[in-house]
């Protein structure tokens, strides 16, 4: 992957959402709520210690929830969404950089929480699931995004439909799920400013330690464009440099 010596900036940044966009994972809030605990696996997967299809289903299976259980979980989203998100998607947006939300979350909860934070509303890939049909836990598991590897699928073939080349796109996120597609994107960022997964520092391009998300517009802007960010949004740009580790830093312009 990538360093930060030779970014130059991004055309579409991918987001992940649990630990990323929101302090909290989905399916474990879930689980609470129906009085079930998934924490272990999810964390296992995250981690990189199991891979992510073999807890997937099973963790669906338990926690079964419903569509008044999904509506709650965008609340619980909306009430946790990591600071800056809003800004950040907003900025970049006005630099004419493309945003999308690359999750492993089931979308029912996930596509409302993103639109909130200004994602466009065919810019949510996330695992489908009807909590109608008693097979769901199994059809949401055969998606891509619950397996092995998906992320780097969908980057890929989101960036053939979209024309972009995938050297020139940016992923945030926390997970093992996330940095399995490192490789296919211009510069993988980890983001620590939830949780810490073992390895994902070390693994990163460039690793944030958060608490907020500000320092991303800077990364997708890259040097060519932060004069660019400046004017866009002063104040996201001086919170940008603070949450940057020292290979990133230069004098912010006056």
Known sequence: MNGMTDWRGADLVFFDCDSTLSTVEGIDELAVRR???VSAATAAAMAGEVP???VYAERIRLVAPTAEDLEWLVGRYRATAVPGAVEVVAAIGQLGIQARVLSGGL???V???A???GFPEDAVDAVPYDASDPKGAEV???HPLARKGGKAKVVREICERLGVNSKR???IGDGASDLEAAEIVGLFAGFGGVVERPGI???SGVFLDGPGLEAVALLAAGPDRQADLASVDPVLLQYAFSGLPPLAQTPPPA
């Open 35 to 37: 009085g079930v605990d």
């Open 52 to 54: 992510l299809d073999a």
């Open 107 to 109: 979308l029912p909860a």
């Open 111 to 113: 596509a409302p929480f």
């Open 115 to 117: 639109l909130e934070l």
């Open 140 to 142: 949401s598991a055969q």
């Open 169 to 171: 796109t940016l992923l």
């Open 201 to 203: 520092r070390e693994a």
